[in-house]
């Protein structure tokens, strides 16, 4: 089933969400170009994960069951909180017509398994309400979104050097030879004088 052959498609709130944009459209950095920057994408893949987004936001209020969002469609959930008068003057009452509050975990292997099961259904529903599969760059299958993408920490990349583990062990390797060696030669500076 199409895009526009799916249940979605006739929905009303449906109709609204995916041309709904959040936050001030004259302001210097907007909505899309922020979650960009903020998470090292690119304008396209923001655009994309904002789309993502706006379908999770119908799934949690039509789907009858606890959603969860793919982590990528969660950064955008998150950004939108942030532009509280948005999100809780206009986004909520007047697009989604629910308030649709974001609850995080309370950690433990419990929430560990009711987020999997949570984000296996979520899925499910997203295939039956939008007919297709979810792109996978944006809604990985739930063993890698809780398993080792759970793992997963966020840096700041002006913050950080990254390199990767190899050519780090071969630099701090390479490092302590040439302290050896420099203390060698300074050792036997020093015995000369």
Same mark, same amino acid.
Request: hydrophobic share 40%.
């Given at each position: 089933?199409?895009?526009?052959?799916?249940? %979605? +498609?006739?929905? &009303?709130?449906?109709?609204?969400?995916?041309?709904y944009r959040i936050g001030p459209p004259d302001a210097s950095l907007t909505f899309d170009q922020r979650l960009a920057r903020e998470n090292g994408w690119n304008a396209g893949f923001a655009n994309r994960v904002i789309a993502e987004y706006y379908r999770f936001c119908l799934l949690a209020i039509r789907s009858?069951?606890?959603?969860?969002?793919?982590?990528?469609?969660?950064?955008?959930?998150?950004?939108?909180?942030t532009y509280s008068r948005d999100y809780w003057e206009r986004f909520c &009452?007047?697009?989604?017509?629910?308030k649709l509050h974001h609850g995080p975990t309370a950690g433990g292997s419990d929430e560990q398994? =009711?987020?999997?099961?949570?984000?296996? %259904?979520?899925? =499910?529903?997203? @295939?039956q309400v939008f007919? @297709?599969? /979810? /792109? @996978?760059?944006?809604?990985?299958?739930?063993?890698? =979104?809780?398993?080792?993408? +759970? =793992?997963a920490i966020r840096v700041h990349p002006h913050e950080f050097i990254?390199? /990767?583990?190899?050519?780090?062990?071969?630099? %701090?390797?390479?490092?302590l030879l040439v302290m050896v060696f420099l203390g060698g030669i300074a050792g036997e500076w020093i015995e000369s004088v």
């Open positions: 089933m199409s895009r526009s052959g799916s249940a %979605a +498609a006739d929905d &009303p709130v449906w109709q609204v969400l995916r041309d009858g069951h606890a959603v969860t969002p793919s982590d990528a469609v969660d950064q955008a959930w998150h950004l939108h909180l &009452p007047d697009v989604l017509g629910a398994t =009711r987020y999997y099961d949570q984000y296996a %259904a979520t899925l =499910r529903s997203y @295939e007919g @297709e599969n /979810p /792109p @996978e760059d944006i809604w990985p299958a739930a063993a890698q =979104r809780f398993g080792k993408d +759970a =793992r990254f390199l /990767p583990r190899k050519l780090a062990i071969i630099s %701090a390797v390479l490092a």
